[in-house]
């Protein structure tokens, strides 16, 4: 009787411990597939972002053309919209330094203090996690042109001697 008792007690201890690793594993799996359908919604959102933003960019253009009210009411719209998803503009501007995380070069301009923008061509976008959408694109300066480092150079020669 004894024996059955403790067999009994054994088999119970490993049932409860297996009831336990199940409901762990349940646990984790129903963690793990809400974080793949909030990353399939996030990603396929931005796909859609994505294809989007050229559109945007066609609208802004147009208003800076035509200076339409009722453009103007469907841009702020859209502004919304993006704000909405968490989609925020990559802050870039004339004189301010590049940065290479958020940017990208599309020309480099002679003359001006090397690394910084001399023109944004291209708006770009992020989520506010930080997830870049598309890099802003911008023309930035490389620097003095030749005539004015051989200037500077005549100049320093100039003082020294």
Known sequence: MKKDKIKNKEIVAELKG???????????????????????????????????????????????????????????????????????????GEGEQFDENTQDVVEVVEGGQKGKIKEVVLKGYKYSDGYIIRHAKVKVYGGLTEKQKDENIKKEEKNNG
């Not at 297996?18 to 409901?23: I, K, V």
């Open 18 to 92: 297996q009831l336990a690793r199940a409901l762990a594993d349940y646990d984790n799996l129903r963690k793990r597939t809400e974080e793949e359908r909030q990353a399939l919604y996030k990603y396929s959102s931005q796909r859609i972002i994505a294809r989007f933003l050229p559109l945007f960019d066609m609208f802004e253009a147009a208003q800076n053309h035509i200076n339409d009210s009722g453009l103007a009411i469907a841009i702020k719209e859209c502004r919304d919209l993006l704000k909405e998803e968490g989609v925020n503009e990559i802050q870039a």
